[in-house]
Structures are given as C-alpha cells and as structure tokens.
C-alpha cells in the first residue's frame, strides 16, 4: 500500500508540475506576443503566482517521492536510466529556478511599464528570449524524463 500512495503522490506531482509549466509558459508567451502591456502585465503575474502555489511545492514533492519510491524499489543511483532522470530533473530544475528570477523581473518591468503607459524596455525583451530558450531547453528534459520513468531502458 505504501508504493501504491507513494507512486500515486508521484504521478500527481508530475502531472502538476508539467501541466503547470506548460500551461503557464504557453499563457505567458501568447501574452508576450501580442504586446499588449496589460495581457503582458496579467499574464506574467499569474505565471510568477502558478509557480509559487503548484510549481515550487510539486518540484519538492516530486523529488521527495521520487527518492522514497527508489528506497521502496531498492533502485541505485547506479541504475543508468535513473541516472539520467534525475541528472535531467536536476538540470531542468535549474533551467526552471533561472526561470523564475527572470519572470519576477519581468514582472517588475511588465508592472512598471503598464503603470506609467511606457514601452517596454529592451531587457523586457531580451529575458523574454531567454525565458523562452530555457523552457524549450526543459521541455524536452522533462518528455524523457517521463519515458525514463515509464519505461526504465538502460538496466
């Protein structure tokens, strides 16, 4: 009973934290798009607002269930294809917290401009271009790391 809750914590996590970042980086960047200061501006507040309530607690709660799931299954880190899972959930990860600092300055810029009715700055532009390469950088990481999971290759 215990694997069955655990994986099911898991599995759940999962989906939150994919669901949400895609959802978000897909909300985000049609916002981003339009050009439209006020969609900009609400978008990425609740972007930085998603994060913080379903991205930040399902990353934790992803890595804690995933490393019980290993001592229940008595999986090594030596296991290749666990290995790699979580060699890509730590990069990604990491792709992800960058992502949440330029969104919080992003944010500050996005709020800024539709309050005075400014343009946008440049660097509004150019964090936005690296808001985008790491998400299409992670995305990929996280699409194997789900077929590392479902599939366990490599043993």
Same mark, same amino acid.
């Given at each position: ?14 989906? @939150?934290?994919? %669901?949400? %970042? &895609? %959802? ?7 916002? +981003? +798009? ?10 990425? !507040? ?6 913080? =309530? /379903?991205?930040?607690? $399902? $990353? &934790? @709660? ?9 001592? @229940? ?6 296991? =290749? ?6 060699? =890509? ?20 810029? $996005? !709020? ?19 808001? &985008?390469?790491? %998400? ?14 479902? /599939? !366990?290759?490599?043993?």
């Amino acid at each position: 009973m215990e694997y069955l809750l655990v994986k099911y914590i898991h599995i759940v996590s999962a989906t @939150i934290l994919f %669901g949400t %970042g &895609i %959802g978000s980086a897909f909300y985000m960047f049609v916002a +981003n +798009n339009s050009k439209n200061q006020q969609w900009i501006y609400f978008a990425t !507040k609740h972007v930085v607002l998603a994060d913080w =309530l /379903f991205t930040t607690p $399902a $990353a &934790i @709660i992803q890595l804690v269930t995933g490393l019980w799931l290993m001592k @229940i299954m008595q999986y090594r880190f030596s296991d =290749l294809w666990l290995m790699w899972a979580l060699v =890509l959930f730590i990069m990604s990860m990491s792709a992800w917290v960058v992502v949440v600092f330029l969104q919080l300055k992003m944010l500050e810029l $996005a !709020k800024k401009s539709y309050e005075e009715g400014s343009e946008l700055p440049r660097i509004f532009w150019v964090m936005n271009y690296s808001w &985008i390469s790491l %998400g299409a950088v992670a995305f990929p990481m996280m699409l194997i790391i789900f077929f590392l999971m479902v /599939f !366990k290759p490599l043993t």
